[in-house]
């Protein structure tokens, strides 16, 4: 039986320290990117220590940065990704100068708006979007047609579409407005266009959509493109951990975009 390596993987460690998140790292590896104490490396099949020189390119990486988290009221209109193969905007266009290197928890599509948690840690992204981690992510839908009380039943004992099959869907039917109804739904896992492809299982369209909660937290009144991070020890609450970070005094006020 052999002893376990000490340290932490490769990939993870570039991954807290900004430079990529685990996947992108170990591509950069397998790309002959990555140095370790001065020996090129093409495999993320290594572990290291705080002993080991690190570098990207040629640079040397930063110290890792304690997990941080923050809300990021997403507006229409943009993609959720680094890049975009069709030229879009992406979120990461619009953020403040500012931020550090972040990853999104999860995706809005590029119609949907509202609350969308960045983090500048790879274990913080992985851990809330488990489903298994419980959390609850709350939408306004508004909807077009006349719908009754009981028109979106069937969301909360779970459907299957195409093959698929959702889980059963939190629904309160808000009001109707015109030719519009207005619903709020819940999700405990958050699957490619869910809301949308759902509505259009039930003969509906949905021609909004706002995320108001990502478990705990709140979109409240963040405005449209502007930034807030967590505060540290309120994110060591909710991730369960027992040694807090240090408040940081960077975490207060909402950061405005970059284009405003």
Known sequence: MTDTPKGDRIAKVLSRAGVASRREAEKMIEAGRVTVNGTQIISPALNVTVADQITVDGKPIEEPEQPRLWLYHKPVGLVTTTKDEKGRETVFDHLPNDLPRVMTVGRLDLNSEGLLLLTNDGGV?????????????????RIKGYLKDDSLTPLTKGVTIDGER???MEVT????????????IGLKEGKNREIRRAMEHLGYSVNRLIRISYGPFQLRDLKAGEV???RPRVLADQMGWTQKPKLSPKSKRPKRPRNS
């Open 173 to 184: 039917l808000d009001k109707q407005m015109g030719a519009n109804a207005w619903a709020t």
């Open 228 to 230: 807030e991070e967590i």
């Open 166 to 168: 959702f889980r059963p």
């Open 125 to 141: 992204k992985r851990k809330l979007e488990l489903p298994d981690t419980g959390w609850t992510r709350r939408y306004r839908v």
